[in-house]
């Protein structure tokens, strides 16, 4: 009696994991659904594609927007959105969508014309971390994904996670002018460089804070580069893609990640876009010197 009470407990805690397996991975299932619908909706401005796979082999799905979305187009300015590394920072999910369906309206306003829209090609990733999302969790496999891509100052070994090593590859694949990463929540928005070093100012500092200036006007957020405005941290995306790539980073800060907090917000990384050069900098050389990472990472992007 006790071996079939026994076998019956874990054939129903089995049932029971399997249906909480199921619940989590829809999370990520309505992203997919959601941007399959974007791309059925505006068939002639969104074209729904997978950059690469993860450790599990899921796919990891974007949305090109532009006038000529089937294919990729280098002779259009590159710009790109990631968002969901930290797979418990819903806010910046929830950011990528709504910049999305901001982003289509607008191409289909006179805005298309009158501004350099139609000379843009936009890339975004909601979800990169979808292991993580799916279990609110900030880790993949254990491994914080916003500290496994390589640097100048990086002194571990990097692209653990297959899901970097898809990003990194698909970064590769054109010239992108201007990269934003989502996170939550401090509400600020910082450049490079953000890791262990003497001197956070690139040389292209004027130049960005010039641009975020303006930014800030539109929120209200706070900006600086991000060693001065955060405190630093080793490999991680917004320095990877300016100091490999020179694409002109943002790391976004939601304040809360809330439905006003988001609402306010895209319009200032949409300002962003507008604002900054349309290729990336030539001067994204790393020329100060690396310091020694003392006590524990308590930077939490």
């Not at 071996?3 to 019956?8: A, E, F, R």
């Not at 936009?122 to 390589?150: A, K, W």
């Not at 320095?239 to 306010?264: I, M, Q, T």
């Not at 507008?274 to 990472?293: E, G, M, V, Y």
Request: aromatic share 12%; net charge neutral; glycine share 8%.
């Amino acid at each position: 009696m006790k071996l079939v009470l026994g076998l019956l407990l874990v054939a129903l805690s089995s049932v029971s994991l399997a249906a909480n397996s199921d619940e989590d991975a829809s999370r990520y299932s309505k992203i997919v659904k959601e941007l399959k619908a974007m791309e059925t909706n505006h068939p002639g401005l969104a074209k729904f594609f997978s950059i690469g796979t993860n450790d599990e082999g899921t796919e990891l799905y974007a949305l090109r927007v532009s006038t000529s979305p089937q294919s990729m187009d280098p002779s259009k300015v590159g710009h790109f959105v990631v968002a969901t590394h930290h797979g418990n920072e819903g806010g910046s999910t929830l950011f990528a969508m709504e910049f999305l369906k901001d982003l289509l309206k607008r191409y289909q306003t006179d805005e298309l014309y009158k501004s350099n829209l139609a000379q843009m090609e936009f890339t975004v990733l909601p979800v990169l971390n979808v292991s993580g999302f799916n279990r609110n969790s900030r880790y993949e496999h254990g491994q914080d994904p916003n500290r496994d891509y390589p640097g100048p100052c990086q002194d571990k070994s990097t692209g653990k996670l297959k899901s970097i090593r898809t990003l990194m590859e698909f970064m590769g694949t054109r010239p992108f002018a201007a990269a934003v990463t989502a996170h939550g929540y401090i509400g600020n928005f910082t450049y490079p460089w953000g890791f262990y070093t003497d001197n956070n100012n690139t040389l292209d500092e004027n130049r960005y804070r010039e641009v975020f200036k303006k930014v800030a006007e539109v929120n209200g957020y706070s900006y600086g580069n991000a060693g001065d405005a955060i405190y630093p941290a080793n490999g991680t995306y917004e320095d990877y893609v300016y100091w490999k790539h020179g694409s002109w980073s943002l790391l976004l800060e939601l304040r809360n990640g809330s439905a006003k907090d988001v609402a306010g917000t895209v319009p200032a990384i949409a300002r962003y876009f507008d604002l900054i050069d349309s290729s990336p900098s030539s001067k994204n050389q790393f020329t100060a010197n690396c310091t020694r990472h003392q006590g524990p990472d308590l930077r939490r992007e």
